[in-house]
């Protein structure tokens, strides 16, 4: 009897036991799916963030190459139409303008993930790259690029304004070096080298009244002259003339006639007169660099214009 009642107990615990052992394994199992199921999902979310950062590193990549080229002034149709590839990832670029505010659109593409960029900024005046700029007219002065080609690209006449002239630092510079001249001015008051003897610190003249340059013998440096200029016979000048006054420039063609009045440039807020077959402002890109390096008050690179610059 009692042998009985322990077989009927053992077949009982073997039921119960087995029944745990199912729910075991099925335990497993489903720990097993979800354990899958999440390991497959955050590879898909590796794979999508792979492809986002690909495309994020593309569209940064597409903004600084579009700012380049526009600053560069080589931002044509060609950029605009035609995709980049940036490390797989496809880039366009587009802008619009309105006025001198222009906005740039940067779209990246990469497998299916997109990001876009919107950029904003001011169109300035690239200063160093020009010969002759003028808020009025020039009459019969020609601008001629560093190969004494001429180029009507290195001229800009009635300007809207031009770009922030530190004059202060002109006036420190021009007093320091003994070369504030308070009254009208001609070849024997300025010298005939744009740098000192370090051979980096440009000379720097500050007149208060008129410059003439009648002489023969060529005057270098930055010359600040608050009245008018007058360029006559076989002297030229090398540098910069910066005229802050609506004053008047008269170049008279004379002597040299192979070589031109100005090499280097000339700023004017006032009227430019020339006469003669080489009444030219030749640019000087060594000149203007070291002007605009120390005496721009905003830089030309793009990051100066920049107003709005959102990644969405």
Request: glycine share 10%.
């Amino acid at each position: 009897m009692k042998r009985q009642t322990r077989i009927r107990s053992l077949k009982g615990e073997e039921g119960f036991w087995s029944a745990i052992i199912l729910v075991f394994l099925i335990t497993l199992g489903l720990l097993g799916l979800g354990a899958y199921s999440i390991l497959r999902t955050e590879s898909i979310n590796l794979e999508n963030e792979t492809k986002f950062m690909q495309a994020d590193a593309a569209l940064t990549a597409g903004c600084y190459y579009s700012l380049n080229s526009l600053v560069k002034e080589v931002f044509n149709s060609t950029v605009e139409q035609t995709p980049l590839s940036v490390g797989g990832a496809s880039v366009t670029c587009d802008t619009t303008s309105d006025g001198n505010l222009m906005r740039l659109t940067v779209t990246s593409t990469y497998q299916g993930a997109e990001r876009q960029a919107f950029i904003e900024f001011q169109i300035g005046l690239r200063l160093r790259d020009k010969a002759i700029v003028t808020t009025d007219v020039d009459n019969g002065v020609s601008a001629r690029d560093s190969l004494n080609r001429n180029d009507p690209n290195r001229l800009v006449q009635k300007a809207d304004s031009i770009p922030g002239i530190k004059e202060d630092s002109l006036l420190a510079w021009a007093t320091r070096q003994g070369h504030y001249i308070d009254r009208d001015a001609g070849d024997a008051d300025v010298g005939n080298s744009f740098f000192q003897a370090d051979g980096k610190t440009p000379n720097i003249y500050w007149i208060t009244g008129n410059y003439t340059v009648s002489g023969s013998n060529d005057q270098a440096g930055i010359f600040v002259v608050l009245g008018d200029v007058t360029i006559n016979g076989a002297d030229r000048i090398k540098g910069i003339v910066y005229l802050p006054n609506p004053t008047s420039t008269i170049i008279h063609g004379g002597g040299k006639p192979t070589q031109n009045s100005i090499e280097g440039a000339l700023i004017s807020h006032g009227a430019i007169t020339g006469t003669g077959s080489h009444a030219n402002v030749k640019h000087r890109p060594l000149y203007m660099n070291v002007f605009c390096d120390n005496f721009q008050k905003y830089g030309d690179s793009i990051e100066d214009m920049m107003t709005l610059w959102i990644y969405t």
